[in-house]
């Protein structure tokens, strides 16, 4: 089959994927293709990706240290920014030390076969990130994956299990879904069964527990013990980069196996200097926090009676990911291309992203949206339902 073939069939489909030019930063109000659109489509929770005191930092790292790193950071050198953001996070989510990545994705491939290797085991939920998905492909350890948080299931494959280290990956908020894994029963489990528990928190970094200290503080958990925790900075945290936290121990390893961190040209000092000063906003910013809160609050209210007029499903989520599962692909596609024809942009998502016959408006809110932004989505969701 030609390339043109394959992308011909993705068309027939309704899975052709297409990246949208923005005019504008990230923001609620942003130019798509030329258009000013109201935007529910950013993991921008807190409104970090364009504040002036970030872009403040930025610039101030950049004279600093100028654009490039130049090499890996175990051959070219450790920027000061980069071992501060280590020490910050560490004590932001309260482990004992961190491990600094470039993205999420490059974290996840890293830590994931660095903790469970041939003849291993790993045992993770069906409905975690594609970054998790291709880390367990590259570790070549066992893969066991469960139905969604069905722990009755995980507890019976750990039980039968005899493999040298087992390893339990779950997503902390679920990315397409936003539902929050029951971290303190996972822990438990892993504690019983002498695995350990990697966390992927990048939807609850910045937004989740007390100072946006993310889902483990919101459980009244730290990084530590068999637990340990992966956060991202490309969504709350507005720029781009990740951290795995944990144990001395197990940071060091990491930080001696990683083949993530260790194979590529470290982060640009003065974007780690930036994500310094997101971290101090984060840390100041309940007042964001209980504002999100709100608008969530009031999609909810006014989404319900849409979703029981319509049989569109409203995903039970307490968090900044609000998706509207619609089913087939094309419909959905319809609804988000009504949305874009009334300047509002959700994206439609479609698998294999999600399940077949899942496919949906994935809602994501920020701090920065205001109240009438969520009222304007409302009313145009109601007029394409009716
Ligand atoms: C976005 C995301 C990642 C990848 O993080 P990047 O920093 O964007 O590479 C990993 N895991 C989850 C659950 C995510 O949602």
């Excluded at 935007?39 to 929770?45: H, I, L």
């Excluded at 085991?121 to 291709?134: E, G, M, R, V």
């Excluded at 908020?173 to 894994?181: E, H, L, P, R, Y």
């Excluded at 068999?226 to 001395?248: E, P, S, Y």
Aim: hydrophobic share 45%.
């Amino acid at each position: 089959m030609t390339f043109d073939e394959r992308l011909a069939e993705l068309k027939a489909k309704g899975l052709l994927r297409r990246r949208r030019l923005a005019g504008t930063p990230c923001g609620p109000e942003m130019l798509i293709d030329g258009r000013p659109v109201l935007s529910f489509a950013s993991n921008d929770y807190l409104g970090l990706a364009a504040h002036p005191r970030v872009v403040d930092a930025a610039t101030q790292g950049l004279l600093q240290w100028g654009v490039g790193a130049g090499a890996s950071e175990y051959l070219g050198g450790h920027f000061p920014p980069g071992r501060d953001i280590e020490t910050q996070l560490a004590t932001f989510v309260g482990a004992e030390k961190a491990l600094h990545f470039a993205t999420g994705y490059m974290a996840n491939l890293g830590i994931v076969p660095a903790l469970a290797g041939r003849n291993d085991a790993i045992f993770a939920d069906k409905l975690n990130h594609a970054s998790l998905i291709d880390a367990v492909r590259l570790s070549l350890a066992f893969n066991h994956r469960y139905p969604h948080l069905d722990l009755g299931v995980l507890e019976g494959q750990l039980s039968a299990n005899r493999a040298r280290q087992r390893l339990i990956l779950t997503d902390a908020v679920f990315s397409m879904d936003g539902d929050i894994a029951p971290l303190p029963k996972l822990l438990e489990l892993a504690e019983r069964y002498d695995a350990w528990l990697l966390v992927d928190d990048a939807h609850g970094f910045g937004v989740l527990g007390p100072q946006g200290r993310g889902t483990a503080a919101h459980f009244g958990l730290k990084p530590g013990g068999r637990l340990i925790v992966m956060g991202t900075l490309g969504k709350a945290a507005g720029g781009a980069g990740a951290f795995v936290a944990g144990d001395a121990s197990v940071i060091d390893w990491l930080e001696q196996s990683a083949r993530t961190a260790i194979y590529t040209t470290g982060v640009p000092p003065a974007l780690t200097f930036a994500l310094l000063e997101s971290i101090r906003l984060i840390e100041a910013g309940d007042a964001l926090r209980v504002h999100l809160q709100d608008l969530i609050a009031r999609l909810r209210a006014g989404l319900q009676p849409i979703c029981e007029r319509t049989g569109w499903r409203l995903s039970p989520s307490t968090t900044a990911i609000q998706p509207v599962v619609i089913g087939g692909n094309e419909a959905t596609l319809a609804v988000a291309d009504a949305l874009i024809g009334r300047g509002i942009w959700a994206p439609a998502i479609r698998p294999p992203t999600v399940p077949d016959g899942q496919a949906r408006l994935r809602i994501s809110l920020s701090a920065s949206h205001g109240p009438m932004q969520i009222d304007e989505l409302v009313a145009a969701l109601a007029e394409i339902a009716s």
